[in-house]
């Protein structure tokens, strides 16, 4: 078993800036792809951000040159750092990851239980 555990949100006033973090744990053979989504209210689950283990990123448009995405693969753990930050950024943010169980096994995807972002003067 996998568990994602997201931490960092808050609220934070337009123009300001946050941060998250997420921690994997358990058994597992390797992370690939680690990534955030966010979901504000009403709205599809969407995708922020991506990083390859090897460092590649990819990200959403809207967040293109405000939001950084990082991992540290020895820690299992991946970051986003949000600056700039607007009132539609705001929604629960969560934490994915592809984790290959065992050296056999293809890749399952795990979600963290999120982590509530609000960007409100």
């Known amino acids: 078993q996998v568990q994602l555990v997201e931490s ?26 680690m990534g955030w989504y966010r979901q504000a209210p009403g709205k599809q689950r969407e995708l922020v951000a991506t990083i390859t283990r090897g460092g590649r990123t990819n990200y959403e448009d809207s967040v293109n040159e405000r939001f950084t995405i990082s991992r540290d693969n020895a820690k299992n753990m991946v970051y986003l750092q949000m600056s700039r930050l607007k009132p539609e950024d705001t929604a629960v943010y969560y934490c994915n990851a592809e984790v290959r169980l065992q050296s056999w096994h293809g890749l399952t995807n795990y979600w963290g239980q999120g982590t509530q972002v609000t960007v409100a003067s």
């Open 8 to 33: 960092g949100g808050g609220v934070v006033q337009p123009g300001g800036s946050l941060g998250l973090s997420c921690s994997a744990s358990g058994r597992f053979f390797t992370i690939n792809t």
